[in-house]
């Protein structure tokens, strides 16, 4: 009598057991990321924008922060940029959920071009985690824009832009001439 309650409520609590553990582990590990890029005019300071209009020859800053979107830690970053290559190859920061790691890098833009960055990250035994984003420079003659290209579409505006305008500022030389007094 006694081995067979025993057995019963062994049998019963393993059952509490394996309900719980499914409940709980029924979502599993996630590994994800997200890889966001973009480009400003400070050095060291993220921009805000994916879109850029610059005048030739100024100097970009891209900024990529790529964040562990899911539940487990991620480590072994690479970073690739359609147009600078390898940025980041095989980083062990472990990267918590939560987390996020910052790169940077700059370039003096002199034509229109677009960026495709990618970055990919591990966990022990879940698949990679890849994430993709980019940015578009282009170039003016009058002004440097933030923002979003336009759009032309119909009943709606193009989406408002922050223009920074230059100061042109003039010095000439001026001779004065002092009149004799009598």
């Not at 002199?110 to 035994?125: C, E, I, L, N, Q």
């Not at 920074?164 to 000439?172: E, I, K």
Request: proline share 7%.
């Amino acid at each position: 009598m006694f081995i067979r309650t025993l057995a019963l409520c062994v049998g019963i609590v393993l059952l509490m057991s394996l309900s719980s553990i499914q409940a709980v582990g029924a979502q599993g590990p996630v590994a994800s990321g997200e890889l966001k890029h973009t480009v400003g005019l400070v050095s060291g300071v993220c921009g805000t924008v994916q879109y850029i209009e610059v005048l030739p020859g100024t100097e970009v800053f891209h900024c990529y922060t790529f964040t562990n979107t899911g539940t487990v830690p991620l480590t072994n970053h690479t970073l690739v940029d359609s147009e600078f290559g390898v940025l980041l190859a095989g980083d062990t920061t472990i990267l918590a959920p939560g987390d996020s790691l910052q790169l940077f890098e700059s370039e003096i833009v002199t034509v229109p071009h677009a960026h495709t960055s990618t970055w990919t990250s591990a966990a022990p035994y879940l698949p990679p985690v890849i994430s993709e984003d980019g940015v578009t420079l282009a170039l003016v003659t009058t002004a440097v824009q933030l923002g979003s290209p336009p759009q032309a579409s119909a009943g709606t505006s193009p989406t408002p832009f922050i223009i920074f305008c230059g100061l042109l500022v003039l010095t000439a030389t001026v001779a004065v001439k002092k009149r004799n007094a009598r």
